[in-house]
């Protein structure tokens, strides 16, 4: 398997707009490997992981980087904040208030297997604002395929 990652400063998102997604491909599933989130500003954010079942309508398309000069380009697709919110799936339960400080952060990982995506362009999994007000993070995701 092929590592890759991508990353941005993210919009604010909301609690039904993804601040960062990835997708699998039609023809390739992803393995997530570890999400990082910080925070851009003195005020506090909570954040969540979910499923996403849909595309809705995704931001802009992030620059998936190898971390393999010999690797294949990446299938799965990362974005941006999303505009229209995708059907959200399961709540995997990942959940972290980012503290009121620029920098301060939260990194999940995913051990041996990774989470799982599974085939196809409208599978994903996006992080959103768990409750209250959305706000700019540096964002970034890892993952396998």
Wanted: charged share 10%; with cysteine.
């Amino acid at each position: 398997m092929a590592r890759y990652s991508a990353g941005v400063r993210t919009a604010a998102g909301s609690t039904t707009l993804p601040l960062i997604s990835l997708y699998s491909a039609a023809a390739a599933a992803g393995k997530i490997r570890e999400i990082g989130l910080f925070n851009t500003m003195a005020t506090a954010v909570a954040v969540a992981l979910f499923r996403l079942t849909s595309a809705g309508t995704q931001g802009a398309g992030l620059t998936e980087a190898k971390h393999s000069p010999i690797s294949a380009a990446a299938s799965c697709t990362a974005f941006t904040t999303h505009t229209v919110l995708p059907t959200l799936g399961d709540d995997l339960g990942y959940r972290a208030a980012i503290g009121a400080a620029v920098g301060a952060g939260v990194i999940w990982t995913f051990g041996d297997t990774g989470l799982e995506m599974p085939v196809g362009v409208a599978n994903g999994i996006g992080v959103l604002i768990g409750t209250g007000t959305g706000q700019v993070l540096d964002a970034y995701i890892v993952w396998d395929e």
